[in-house]
Structures are given as structure tokens and as C-alpha cells.
Nanobody, 122 residues
Framework: QVQLVESGGGLVQAGGSLRLSCAAS????????MAWFRQLPGKERDFVAA????????SYADSVKGRFTISRDNAKNTVSLQMNSLKPEDTAVYYC???????????????WGKGTLVTVSS
């Protein structure tokens, strides 16, 4: 049973920083891509960032490029999202995700975490 457990969400003022973490368990993730998505109530779940597990290649949504950084620790089966210069429009539930191939859309995801809320106040 694959489990993805997010942590690190919370309330932060605009311009501040937060670091999200995701702990993965239940299988070997050496060939899996890890990613973060976010979702507002009533909206579609949107891609934020992804990192390949082996080579560490990264990709980002245009809206977060230069502000967010995704990283992973293969030995600990964890992936993190460092979020800097946060804006009120970054407020959302953030979900950890994983899949066998490249991830850029919800259809690419095999497993989801339960999400963690990030609230950015103006």
C-alpha cells in the first residue's frame, strides 16, 4: 500500500516562506516521479512542481518559477517544496503525488497524499 504523507502547511504572511515535506512509503520509489499539486475549493487540482526520482530533473508551473524549489532525499524517500516570496494567490491545499512517468497533469498521477493547507495572508 503506497502512502504519501504531507506536512509543513500553515499560515504565513505574504512575502514569507514555508517548506512542505512529503514522506513516501509502501514501495521502492527509485523510478518514480514525485510532484506537488495545489487546489482551491471548486477548482481543478493544478500542477506545481515535479522531480524525477533518479536523475533529479525538475519542472515547475510558470506561476511558481523562481519562487518554489522542489527537492528530494532518495535515502529517506522524501520530497520537499520550499516556497519563498509567497503570495495570497498561493493559498491552497497542497498535495503530494507520485507516478511512474513524467508528471504535469493530474492524469499522470498514480497516488495522492491527503493534502496540507497553505494560507497566505495579505
Amino acid at each position: 500500500q503506497v502512502q504519501l504523507v504531507e506536512s509543513g502547511g500553515g499560515l504565513v504572511q505574504a512575502g514569507g516562506s514555508l517548506r512542505l515535506s512529503c514522506a513516501a512509503s509502501g514501495r521502492t520509489f527509485s523510478s518514480y516521479t514525485m510532484a506537488w499539486f495545489r487546489q482551491l475549493p471548486g477548482k481543478e487540482r493544478d500542477f506545481v512542481a515535479a522531480i524525477s526520482w533518479g536523475a533529479g530533473r525538475t519542472s515547475y508551473a510558470d506561476s511558481v518559477k523562481g519562487r518554489f524549489t522542489i527537492s528530494r532525499d532518495n535515502a529517506k524517500n522524501t520530497v520537499s517544496l520550499q516556497m519563498n516570496s509567497l503570495k495570497p494567490e498561493d493559498t491552497a491545499v497542497y498535495y503530494c503525488a507520485t507516478g511512474r512517468g513524467p508528471i504535469g497533469h493530474i492524469s499522470d498521477v498514480d497516488y495522492w497524499g491527503k493534502g496540507t493547507l497553505v494560507t497566505v495572508s495579505s
